[in-house]
């Protein structure tokens, strides 16, 4: 429970600079350059206008986090409408209270995003071919950043402020750990003595005639283009290939392994050098019948790695003084130095554990060197034929040959799809996002997709099968078993209210279920999230209100089968803390801190667009629709 109230308190921040920063590159798009003198707003806050391209995109990467849960796409895209007008009002605010963010501060923060990063580093040339394809400018896109960074700042400055009391997690804890006991009887979904007749299936075709039609379809033909093509095409030679190898040595090298430890006579204002010097000589005359580790536990100073025999782990270079890294680097193992002298005092170092290097040849790892050559050198091949068929895909809307006969490449064709479903390059949600959106749907190449950070593919529509009636005969029968289905849930529906509304009068759950022949199931001390009742059933339980004076609460709970679980309150005993909560109270504190934090910037956030000059074109959302 601690652990989601993090992760949501989290992902705010995630999703508030998402928009801003991350979607440009996610779809790679022109839409932004387009003519919008005849396109209507959908919304404005303050002087920003706001168009239906813009909550598509929105709705794009919005959608990404919801897939496979059935969300209905214009409530998406009305939720996906209101974070922009949020973040554009918390933006307007910012900028009015002078907030700022330093040029130093939003570079470091691009130079961090993986998105400019070749082979982990920064890289410039990547940076400005992505900017480029995008047609931003490098201003541009570091005000956006500055932007996003700023609302960020802002967004921190209430979450981190706030905090949690004592009392705040202990009642935290009383309501997680809270038990409950009930009785419960389950109605079974009703068996229908009457089928559906004729007139009934007609009427509700004719009501329903959208649920019983062919899905629209769509065939594209596309051009795509792939590192790993791009690669194959490299001329190799040994000698490349052997000086590509020395340059990467490092990648195939195992550096060595040396462990370390020490024992330390500090200098102080208690101990002079000479004293912590004459120590360390006399400690070393001891090892000769003395073990290291346990004369380090007796004499070294510095207690901490004095507990573990004077272990200071891994040997790093860089970490400690040149004198220290010098002898640690150069003992042999098992070997004990004489006294080093540091910032710290004298040490006597000893290497515990020592594996040597190994440099794998080039004979060894030539194929693998070959594929990492080939790679490296088609990299700024692939960009440049990205940002090539960017353009030419821009520049000759109504065809795909010109971009292919420019590219070396050929154009493929897919069979028909759905928008849900498809094969071959379609099985791609992208590519079938794409394919059916209004750009291609008017006859025009899609923008760049990218499949991954290797492959890009542009589609251009090929056919077009719109949406179709299916004939009343031929869904009869699908007609009927929904029809069949809707009545027998009515009356399972009816069958519950009316056993409910006899426990609400006081009759005894006992004699209901006996009159109704149905089997009564206890359950004491029921935990949330940690009972074997259905998801839907246990989550009723532990929503309900709790029972007042003696009488228990009565709820119903649907299943997904349809069946209605009369429900039965009878005790709620408050929670108490564990051991392992008492254990995670400071988790538990920042946590539910987060979470106070998170509410009030919504509460902020909301105060300050009622405020804002916000206008919503419902008419400009329905004819997009």
């Known amino acids: 429970m601690l652990t989601k109230i993090r992760e949501k308190a989290q992902g705010a921040f995630a999703w508030g600079i998402l928009i801003l920063i991350c979607v440009p590159f996610a779809l790679w798009g022109i839409n932004n350059y387009l003519d919008t003198g005849k396109e209507a707003a959908v919304a404005s806050v303050g002087d920003k206008d706001f168009y239906q391209r813009d909550v598509n995109k929105a709705y794009e990467q919005y959608s990404q986090n919801l897939q496979g849960l059935g969300i209905d796409e214009q409530a998406v895209k009305a939720q996906a409408l209101q974070k922009l007008i949020k973040d554009e009002v918390l933006l307007q605010y910012v900028h009015a209270e002078g907030l700022v963010v330093t040029d130093d501060e939003a570079r470091d923060f691009i130079k961090g995003l993986p998105y400019f990063q070749v082979d982990g580093k920064f890289s410039d040339k990547q940076f400005k071919s992505l900017l480029s394809s995008q047609r931003i400018s490098s201003a541009e896109f570091v005000s956006r950043i500055k932007n996003a960074l700023i609302m960020e700042q802002f967004q921190h400055s209430i979450v981190d402020s706030s905090f949690a009391t004592q009392y705040d997690v202990e009642s935290f804890f009383k309501i997680q750990n809270q038990l409950r006991d009930v009785d419960y009887v389950t109605v079974p979904v009703q068996a229908l003595k009457e089928q559906p007749t004729a007139d009934e299936v007609s009427a509700y075709y004719q009501q329903h005639q959208d649920l019983y039609s062919t899905p ?5 033909e596309s051009v795509a283009l792939s590192l790993e ?8 030679t040994d000698e490349k290939l052997k000086a590509f190898y020395e340059e990467q040595k490092d990648q195939f090298t195992t550096p060595e392994r040396r462990k370390i430890s020490h024992i330390l006579f500090m200098v102080n204002d208690k101990i002079t050098e000479k004293q912590a010097l004459e120590k360390a000589l006399k400690a070393k005359q001891d090892l000769t019948s003395k073990d290291f580790s346990a004369l380090a536990a007796e004499v070294s100073d510095d207690k901490l790695t004095a507990k573990k025999g004077g272990d200071l782990g891994l040997f790093n ?3 400690m003084e040149k004198a220290f890294e010098e002898s640690a680097s150069t003992l042999k193992l098992g070997e004990v130095s004489n006294p080093v002298k540091s910032a710290f005092g004298y040490h006597l170092i000893k290497v515990t554990e020592l594996m040597p290097g190994d440099i794998k040849s080039f004979d060894s790892v030539k194929n693998e060197v070959t594929l990492a050559y080939q790679k490296a050198q088609a990299e700024n091949a692939f960009y440049e034929a990205g940002q090539k068929l960017t353009e030419m895909s821009y520049e000759h809307p109504d065809n795909l040959q010109t971009v292919a006969d420019a590219l070396n490449v050929s154009v493929q064709k897919s069979a028909l799809f759905t928008k849900e479903k498809g094969e071959g390059i379609a099985a791609d949600e992208k590519v079938r996002n794409a394919a059916f959106s209004e750009e291609v749907l008017q006859g025009n190449n899609s923008t760049p997709i990218e499949l991954g950070a290797d492959r890009l593919v542009v589609v251009r529509l090929l056919e077009h099968k719109v949406a179709a009636k299916r004939d009343l005969n031929e869904v009869k029968q699908e007609v ?5 289905k809707e009545k027998a849930q ?8 009316q056993i409910k509304e006899r426990l609400q009068a006081g009759e005894s759950i006992q004699v209901v279920a006996t009159e109704n022949k149905l089997e009564i199931k206890a359950e004491k001390g029921l935990a949330r999230g940690k009972n074997k009742l259905p998801e839907q059933l246990s989550e009723a339980v532990f929503k309900a209100a709790k029972p007042v004076g003696g009488k228990p609460s009565i709820f119903i709970a649907v299943l997904p089968s349809g069946e209605q679980v009369l429900v039965s309150l009878t005790k709620v005993t408050a929670g108490i803390m564990s051991e392992d909560d008492k254990k995670q109270m400071e988790l538990a504190k920042k946590n539910i801190a987060n ?3 998170q509410t009030e910037f919504n509460q902020v956030l909301n105060s300050l667009q009622v405020e804002a000059d916000v206008e919503i074109n419902t008419k400009a959302q329905v004819q997009a629709q």
């Open 490 to 497: 009515l009356l399972t529906v009816q069958k519950a209210k």
């Open 216 to 220: 629209e379809q769509v065939s594209v």
């Open 595 to 597: 979470a106070f934090g």
């Open 229 to 236: 093509d791009i690669a194959k095409k490299v001329v190799v």
């Open 317 to 319: 270079v860089g970490v």
């Open 480 to 484: 009927a078993a929904v029809l069949s």
